[in-house]
Structure formats: structure tokens, C-alpha cells
T-cell receptor, first 111, second 115 residues
């Protein structure tokens, strides 16, 4: 079973739309969760950490469901500049603190 | 914001040749990482480094790979005898500590092409 799974997409949405991505992880002992953004052939950049109670940063909302082992990212009022690949990252568990990346979900926001 | 720098940005080499990829982590960071991303695939962990030794490594990081911190600032990844399947973007990253809810800072990567 893959450690971190994401729907690769692409999600193709108009400007102003709300879009949600999900991610599931296999290691129930995982401790830290993140969403990174990656533009084409660029390095991953942290978008936001994901906290147990859920958290919001402007148009972005992240949720964690430990019981079901999934993480979500909601983007409201999508902008053209939101077009990118969104990487789910899970860290910790089993004595390792190495961040493990999902394959990413591609988002295309069109006018 | 402080940044991780990587050189070169592109490296083209012949199969069987040795390559060294270079990274300068953020100065007060203690943990260093190498990841790679084959075109169209996910970012894969190679190795982490702390206190001048490898702290974890993946199955990908076999005997062909080595890492070194030759001085107080550089962190290098060496591939001894490159194979076609080593072609990928290689990212260096660093963090202040290796634990907890902490951000990794990534360099802009070295695109390695093995011909």
C-alpha cells in the first residue's frame, strides 16, 4: 500500500471556484501533516501545516481526520495563480521523522 | 527569507560518469536532506544527514550514492557511476531540527540528465 496517496487530477476549474483535494496516508502513527505547492519544474514550497483542529490561511483551509487517516485542502475563490501541483506531505511514525510526499494533485484554474 | 542554494542548476553527464551535486543549506540549520523527482513522478526521499553522519536513508540510496559535508557550509551528493535512470531533478533541503511540525526549506534543484 502506498504511504501517501493523492488523486493526481488534473482538476480543471474556473476562476472563483471552490476546489477540494484529499490525501490518505497509511501510517497511523504519523504525527505531522503539511500541504506543499509545486510549480512546474520548481522546488516544493510549504503552503500550510495541517493541525488536528483544522486551520485556515486566507482562502485555504486544511483539515485532518486521524481516524480515517486523511487530510484535505480546500481552496476558495480560486485564482489563476493557484494553478500548480499540491503535494500532501506526512511526517513521523515508526521512529522516522522523514517527510514523505504524495504524488501531488494538479490544479488548473482557467479564466 | 533565507534560502538553500544548489549548484549547478543543470548537469548533463554520460552514463558511468561520476557527478557531484552541491548544496549550501541555511546557515543555522542542523538537518539536511536530499530528495529526487523523476519527471512526472513524486518527490522521493534519498537521505538525511545530521551531525556529520547519515541519519536515515531510503532504498534508493544504494552504494552508488554518498553524501558529504566537506566544510562548514557545503553539503554534497555524489553519484559514483551514473545510470540512465538517475536522470531526475535533485532537491536539497534543510531544517532547523529534524523533529516535529517543522518546515523544510528546499533549494531550487539540480536537473541531472544522464545520456
Amino acid at each position: 500500500r502506498k504511504e501517501v496517496e493523492q488523486d493526481p487530477g488534473p482538476f480543471n476549474v474556473p476562476e472563483g471556484a471552490t476546489v477540494a483535494f484529499n490525501c490518505t496516508y497509511s501510517n497511523s502513527a504519523s504525527q505531522s501533516f503539511f500541504w506543499y505547492r509545486q510549480d512546474c519544474r520548481k522546488e516544493p514550497k510549504l503552503l500550510m501545516s495541517v493541525y488536528s483542529s483544522g486551520n485556515e490561511d486566507g482562502r485555504f483551509t486544511a483539515q485532518l481526520n486521524r481516524a480515517s487517516q486523511y487530510i484535505s485542502l480546500l481552496i476558495r475563490d480560486s485564482k489563476l495563480s493557484d494553478s500548480a501541483t499540491y503535494l500532501c506531505v506526512v511526517r513521523g511514525g515508526g521512529g522516522s521523522y522523514i517527510p514523505t510526499f504524495g504524488r501531488g494533485t494538479s490544479l488548473i484554474v482557467h479564466p | 527569507e533565507p534560502e538553500v542554494t544548489q549548484t549547478p542548476s543543470h548537469q548533463v553527464t554520460q552514463m558511468g560518469q561520476e557527478v557531484i551535486l552541491r548544496c549550501v543549506p541555511i546557515s543555522n540549520h542542523l538537518y539536511f536532506y536530499w530528495y529526487r523527482q523523476i519527471l512526472g513522478q513524486k518527490v522521493e526521499f534519498l537521505v538525511s544527514f545530521y551531525n556529520n553522519e547519515i541519519s536515515e536513508k531510503s532504498e534508493i540510496f544504494d552504494d552508488q550514492f554518498s553524501v558529504e559535508r566537506p566544510d562548514g557550509s557545503n553539503f554534497t551528493l555524489k553519484i559514483r557511476s551514473t545510470k540512465l535512470e538517475d536522470s531526475a531533478m535533485y532537491f536539497c533541503a534543510s531544517s532547523e531540527s529534524g523533529l516535529g511540525n517543522e518546515k523544510l526549506f528546499f533549494g531550487s534543484g539540480t536537473q541531472l540528465s544522464v545520456l
